[in-house]
């Protein structure tokens, strides 16, 4: 069976990175379109001028750090490596076709998983004195 070949609102991957950020702005949720709209700040400008600059030098295997998590994934990074700081450490995050209209820190998660230890003798100072059977 074929594998399905990925869109967006009806529009390829190859057509969303030709549209104009306008354009791609109105296919997004409210959220990301309100963000786009009302401007990049001066970080996620700095981080598209480093995307570009990457994608011309032809360097998207060395990943691109950034603190920016709340930057919109737009259809030119599609294929680039990110090094996305999570408050403690860069994960690297690759961008799918799917992560299109997310935000970069969905992908790297701030919280871990909670693992106890084993309950029982040494687990806790009140355990030394549980009786043995």
């Known amino acids: 069976m074929p594998k399905k070949k990925f ?34 700040t001066p970080r996620e400008k700095k981080l598209i001028e480093r995307i570009r600059k990457a994608r011309d030098a032809g360097k998207t295997e060395t990943p691109i750090r950034t603190h920016c998590r709340e930057m919109v ?14 408050g403690k450490e860069f994960i690297i995050v690759e961008v799918k076709p799917e992560m299109v ?3 970069l820190g969905e992908f790297s998660h ?24």
């Open 7 to 40: 869109t967006f609102r009806g529009y390829s991957i190859e057509e969303l990175q030709k549209l104009p950020l306008d354009d791609f702005a109105k296919l997004l949720p409210a959220r990301q379109r309100r963000s786009l709209t009302r401007g990049l």
């Open 73 to 86: 994934i737009l259809p030119e990074m599609v294929g680039i490596k990110f090094a996305v700081h999570n």
């Open 101 to 103: 209209c997310h935000h």
């Open 110 to 133: 701030t919280r871990k998983k909670v693992t106890h230890g084993m309950p029982g003798i040494g687990a806790t100072r009140s355990s030394l004195y549980v009786p043995l059977k």
